[in-house]
C-alpha cells in the first residue's frame, strides 16, 4: 500500500477516535464519582459503551496503518503529516459536534497547513 494512502488512513482513524469520544462523552453527561471503587466501576461502563469502544478501536487500527506508513517512509516525512489531524478535527467539530468557528483557528491552521507542506518539500 502507498505509504500516502496509509498515513490518509492513520489521520482519519485518529480524527473519528477523538470526535466520537468527544461526541459521546458530552452526550453520556457522565461524572466521575470521587471515590476510587464507583469512579473505576463508572470508567468501566463507559470503556464499554459501543461508540466509545469504537473510538479505542479506531486508535488500535489507527497504529496499524502508521506502521505501515513508517515502514516505508522516514519518520521525519511522516509524522509532519500528524499536524493534520487538529485540522479534520476542526472541520469535523464544527460541523457535526457544532462547535465554534473562529477566524483565530482558520489562521492558526493555515499556519499548521503551509508548515506541513513546508517541512515534507524541504
Given at each position: ?22 461526541w459521546r462523552?458530552t452526550?453520556?453527561?457522565t461524572?466521575?464519582?470521587q ?5 473505576l ?7 464499554f459503551?459501543?461508540f466509545?469502544?469504537?473510538g479505542?478501536?479506531?486508535?488500535f487500527?489507527?497504529s496499524?496503518?502508521?506502521?505501515a506508513a ?8 511522516a509524522?509532519?503529516f500528524?499536524?493534520?489531524?487538529p ?6 467539530g ?24 513546508i517541512?515534507?518539500k524541504?
Open positions: 500500500m502507498n505509504p500516502y494512502i496509509s498515513i490518509a488512513f492513520t489521520l482519519l482513524f485518529t480524527v473519528y477516535g477523538q470526535v466520537i469520544l468527544k462523552m452526550g453520556l453527561k461524572e466521575f464519582p471515590e476510587l471503587i464507583p469512579k466501576i463508572a470508567f468501566i461502563r463507559i470503556l459503551d459501543p466509545i469502544f469504537s479505542f478501536a479506531s486508535a487500527i489507527a496499524f496503518f502508521w506502521m513508517v515502514s516505508k517512509l522516514e519518520l521525519t516525512k509524522y509532519p500528524m499536524s493534520l489531524a485540522a479534520l478535527v476542526f472541520l469535523v464544527i460541523f457535526f459536534l457544532g462547535e465554534n468557528f473562529s477566524w483565530g483557528k482558520v489562521i492558526g491552521l493555515v499556519f499548521i497547513i503551509l508548515g506541513t507542506i517541512t515534507v524541504w
